[in-house]
């Protein structure tokens, strides 16, 4: 059945093809959205060339190594992700709304849009979002110059995208697995989904997860390696800490998962029998694997939110954050404990009860940690001045909705509970309680709290508030009724259901979904109305929120090198403290020539060579994966012949950039906290010195 | 008569944990209960003091104290690392206790003698093997009350998972392996069971009704199955082993006249649930032609290469 040439890829691989033979609503919705891909795909390419913006994509983003523009692309790609994530739940929601003795999309088709909304949602919304902030904004905390591998960092980017890319494919040529994010075999061995469904799913985790893996590399070496003179660990900022945390947890958890999926491959193209039924394939080690991923995953997603959250509310308050150390030694408690967990996602395999004790309490002891922090953040609240910005309201949605996801998951922990409601939508409900709240609320959070920094203009308030008040709603109008759901017994992953019961609260998530739907449609206004306004919201100056830490001490947006002059640092909250002394805005003794990374290609080409090769591998187009290989391997060696990576960049252009920002500073008006949102804040923040009962009468 | 029986019972069909069958079920509930109340006492504080601590310390709160420095205090830390230590070290006591107490392997208290039944997931149904009674049925598990049933599960296809929400927990049931699960019904009833595992198309409807009868109505019904059933041969069990919903089997094993989706067999040929667990564990290949569930299944090959 296979050709030399398209291997096993043909007009029938194609889904606008089906929709043309049989056109139903499955079949239309389908194609509808391959179409969409193909459209967007061409439009994108369309737009570029009619503004000629080919040239400075290339030279200022494609080929950048500055970290800066890395963080920038990757939340762009999580962000055009969110969109497809948010719009395959709406559609889900929409078939169980309607799903009393069947709805209007296939089983098929439903499998495929919960197994693509998870593996989207996971790794190429909240990952990329997660590295693209770390990335952004972790150099700048601890003052350094760029990530201390600048090169591979563009590639971890690069494999990502394939991932995401490879994901995209599947909309229009082929079908994605129906195996769920988690993508248990024997369901997704060669003898039940033949099809090039697992494949996909395959090549776009261990591509992804392999960039991922280096990321985490590049990030720990970073904080160890990079940090500005002076800059102790127990000196760094909360959000440095959890990323030490999350860098640890994605060296050791993500080749759990990569050599999970790489078996799988080896029982489907090489007729293994790790995971198969007969020969002694055994699919529980798949799981094992699988959650030993798994469970550090979430916490990996969690953990830098919560060191956003721990930015933001300090700064807000304008408070120093409570209790630093318990915060730190909390961050350092749920990294290890999460990886001592995994068994509680089988407690229902039929292991003994004392194994099932021992998962359930490590479980349960993650609570401790995670109540701490959640107390800290309120201690930090107190005796502050708290501004209800838009960061502030994502926080206060978090207060409550993850405290009630943490309730749900001490219930969870539990094994004798786990029983009853284990892939059940009391499930669902659950992670998508921690993971909404939790990772995305502070993630969007931390975008509008850093957007100002990167682009050197603020994000417009009001549209802000309403994304931000209408995701509070619409998640707990979709997720909090699943678990009355899942308690009585209404399985995941199910296309239809029989109990009339149901349908109502179905009709409510469907209002739920409606609203982040909104929400969504909120933050691209949002970005649409800031870009429009963008000389009435500038902050140039770089220090819109009178910021703690050392990012917001350099202009908005900061210049390539960062730093003019490496920060001397002497205390925790540098800046913050800098600025109640008044030490800033200092002219330094001396500048000296900077020594910045090249740009290179070497991440395009691993781009869009590992997405070919992904893309024959999942079709069986042999001569080109071995080609796109080939070229890759060829290109990364060739590199490493290239002798001068780096340029300089000469001390009097950068004493001349970092001079007329200091006068531009100097001439500001400090403005008052009172005027954070309007025009007049352009990024001076004035000293609000601390009051006590007395003089505040 | 029996069809009256089953569709009474099924009227009132209990299918969560939250209407309690069974002591297990029962069990289960009072311990959601009972985390709900220790974890409220973490998390009820949390809920007060955000809507006062925003109120109270407004940036246009002027009179409200500002100490933008205080960063300690040793009495709070000890509360914020103590409470909840206390509240998970009770809720650790009692899950080792309830995890133990509630054993899925173990059998429940009760002063009748166990029933044994053996159950084979299979796509998209249940198929319930009655050793000691030589009769088999699929999607229809029928027992006496207050009797502890012994299930042993396999599946003949990919991983599901099996759940009875009203009478106990789910066990997972995987190819070539045997995982133990045991119910007791307290009174007569009909309660709900499903495969929570996704495992293809029909996955939404592979769901069964779980029979708590008076000792002396299962007995008429295993009489009932015994003489109205067809046998169970390697045959039928080879098209019942085909993926489709349990009314596609019945209407393909001419079974029609019971309640949807439910099949009798009056006799079981040989050991088949052994059989079953033990049809991957030859030391040779099994080509997908002859795996139940597997894309190219067929009846046929499965049947050729069992009877040589």
Redesign the interface.
């Known amino acids: 059945m296979t050709d030399t040439l398209f291997g096993r890829l043909d007009l029938s691989s194609l889904s606008l093809w089906h929709a043309i033979q049989t056109p139903t609503p499955s079949e239309l919705i389908a194609a509808g959205a391959a179409m969409a891909v193909i459209l967007g795909g061409f439009g994108v390419l369309a737009l570029l060339t009619w503004f000629r913006l080919w040239g400075p994509l290339w030279r200022n983003w494609l080929t950048s190594v500055d970290h800066k523009r890395i963080g920038i692309m990757y939340c762009a790609l999580a962000l055009i992700m969110l969109a497809r994530g948010v719009i395959e739940g709406v559609l889900m929601r929409s078939q169980q709304a309607f799903g009393l003795h069947g709805g209007f999309l ?3 088709h439903f ?1 495929q849009l919960f197994s693509t909304h998870g593996t989207i949602m996971i790794f190429f919304v909240a990952m990329p979002f997660i590295a693209g902030v770390i990335n952004y904004v972790m150099p700048l905390q601890i003052g350094a110059r760029d990530m201390a591998f600048p090169v591979m960092n563009q590639i971890s980017l690069g494999l990502t995208a394939t991932g995401a890319a490879l994901v995209m494919i599947s909309l229009v040529l082929g079908q994605f697995s ?3 994010w988690a993508n ?1 075999p ?2 997704t061995g060669a ?4 099809g090039p469904g697992p494949d996909y799913w395959i090549w776009s985790i261990v591509l992804a997860g392999i960039g991922t893996t280096l990321s985490g590399i590049n990030f720990a070496v970073t904080i160890y390696k990079e940090r500005a003179p002076g800059m102790q660990f127990l000196r760094m900022p909360i959000f440095c800490w959890t990323v030490i945390c999350t860098s640890i947890i994605m060296v050791f958890a993500l080749p759990p998962l990569t050599v999970a999926a790489l078996m799988l491959a080896a029982d489907r193209y090489l007729d293994f ?1 790790f995971f198969t ?3 002694g ?1 055994n ?2 080690n798949y799981v094992n694997l699988f959650w030993l991923f798994g469970h550090p995953e979430v916490y990996l997603l969690v953990i830098p939110c919560y060191g956003i959250f721990s930015e933001v509310i300090p700064t807000f ?8 150390m ?1 915060m730190v030694y909390a961050t350092m408690s749920i990294a290890v404990l999460s990886f001592c967990v995994w068994l509680h996602h ?1 407690f ?3 292991q ?3 194994i ?2 021992a998962f ?2 490590a479980s ?2 993650i ?2 940690p995670t ?2 922090k ?3 953040w ?2 930090t ?8 910005t838009v960061p502030m309201i994502y926080a ?1 949605g978090f ?2 909705l993850f ?2 996801g ?2 749900t998951g ?2 969870l ?8 409601v ?3 939508l009391f499930l669902v409900a659950h992670f998508h309680n921690v993971i909404i709240p939790g990772v995305l609320f502070g993630l969007l959070a931390g975008y509008h709290f850093w957007f100002p920094k990167a682009f050197g203009f603020r994000l417009d308030e009001r549209w802000g508030r309403a994304a931000a008040c209408l995701w509070i709603a619409g998640f707990s109008f979709t997720f909090l009724p699943l678990y009355w759901l899942g ?3 209404m ?9 009339p019961a149901f349908q109502p609260v179905m009709w409510l998530a469907l209002f739920g979904a409606a609203l982040i739907l909104a929400a969504l449609t909120c933050l691209a206004v949002q970005l649409w109305v800031s870009i429009r306004n963008r000389d009435h919201l500038a902050v140039p100056l770089g220090d819109p929120w009178n910021g703690r830490a050392l990012e917001w001490s350099i202009p908005s947006p900061p210049p390539a090198y960062n730093f003019a002059v490496l920060p001397q640092v002497a205390a925790r909250d540098d800046f913050a403290m800098a600025k109640a002394d008044g030490r800033t805005f200092a002219e330094p003794d001396a500048y000296e020539d900077i020594e910045m990374p090249d740009n290179t290609a070497i991440g395009m080409i691993v781009c869009v060579c590992a997405t070919l090769m992904g893309l024959a591998l999942v079709f069986w187009i042999w001569w080109l994966a071995v080609l796109s290989f080939a070229v890759m391997l060829v290109a990364l060696i060739g590199r490493t012949f290239r002798v001068v990576t780096t340029h300089v960049i000469p001390a009097a252009e950068i004493a001349a950039a970092h001079r007329a920002w200091l006068a531009r500073v100097q001439a500001a008006p400090a403005v008052s ?2 005027d954070e949102t309007r025009e007049r804040n352009r990024g001076r923040a004035m000293l609000e010195r ?4 007395e003089a ?2 | 008569m029996a069809g009256c029986l089953v569709l009474a019972a099924c009227s009132q069909t209990r299918d969560t944990f939250l209407v309690p069958g069974g002591p297990i079920a029962e069990a289960q509930r009072a311990e959601l209960i009972q985390i709900l109340g220790w974890t409220l006492i973490a998390i009820v504080p949390v809920f007060l003091l955000v809507p006062i601590l925003l109120r109270r310390y407004r940036y246009g709160n002027g009179s409200a104290r500002y100490t933008p420095d205080w960063e300690r205090s040793p009495l709070l830390e000890t509360l914020m690392w103590g409470v909840p230590l206390v509240i998970v070290t009770i809720l650790s006591v009692q899950l080792y206790r309830t995890t133990h107490a509630l054993d899925p392997y173990k059998p429940i208290a009760s002063g009748n003698p166990p029933l044994r039944v053996d159950v084979v997931g299979l796509d998209w149904k249940f198929l319930f093997i009655y050793p000691d009674l030589g009769i088999a049925t699929v999607n229809e598990l029928a027992f006496p009350e207050e009797t502890s049933v012994a299930l042993d599960l396999t599946t003949d296809t990919v991983m599901q998972s099996f759940l009875i929400s009203a009478l106990a927990g789910q066990i997972y049931t995987m190819p070539g392996m045997r995982t133990r699960l045991h119910i007791l019904a307290d009174d007569p009833g009909s309660f709900e069971g499903e495969n929570t595992q996704f495992n293809g198309d029909g996955f939404a409807d592979q769901k069964f009704r779980a029979i708590a009868m008076a000792p002396t109505d299962f007995d008429a019904w295993a009489a009932r199955v015994r003489s109205g059933g067809q046998p169970l041969t390697q045959a039928s069990y080879a098209e019942l082993a085909e993926a489709s919903s349990g009314a596609e089997a019945q209407r393909r094993l001419g079974a029609e006249g019971l309640p949807e989706g439910v099949v009798h067999f009056s006799s079981v040929e040989g050991d088949l649930f052994e059989t079953i667990l033990h049809r991957y564990m030859h030391g040779t290949a099994v080509p997908p032609s002859a795996q139940p569930g597997a894309v190219g299944y067929d009846p046929q090959t499965t049947l050729g290469k069992q009877t040589q």
Do not use: C, W
Not at chain 1, 191 to 194: C, G, N, T
């Open positions: 296939t089983p098929e499998s129906t195996g769920g248990y024997p369901y003898d039940f989904q033949p029998h039924n007969d020969l394939g699919m529980m308050s304008g408070k120093r954050i409570y209790g630093y318990s089988f229902t395999m039929g003994s009860a004392n099932n004790a359930g309490i349960m002891a609570a401790v109540g701490v959640t107390y800290n309120l201690a609240l107190f005796r502050g001045r708290v501004r209800m206060i207060f409550y405290v009630i943490g309730l001490v219930m922990a539990n094994p004798v509970i786990s029983y009853q284990h892939n059940t308690l009585q017994g399985p995941r992953r199910s296309a239809t259901f029989s109990d906290r009172r601390p009051t006590t009962p505040a009468e």
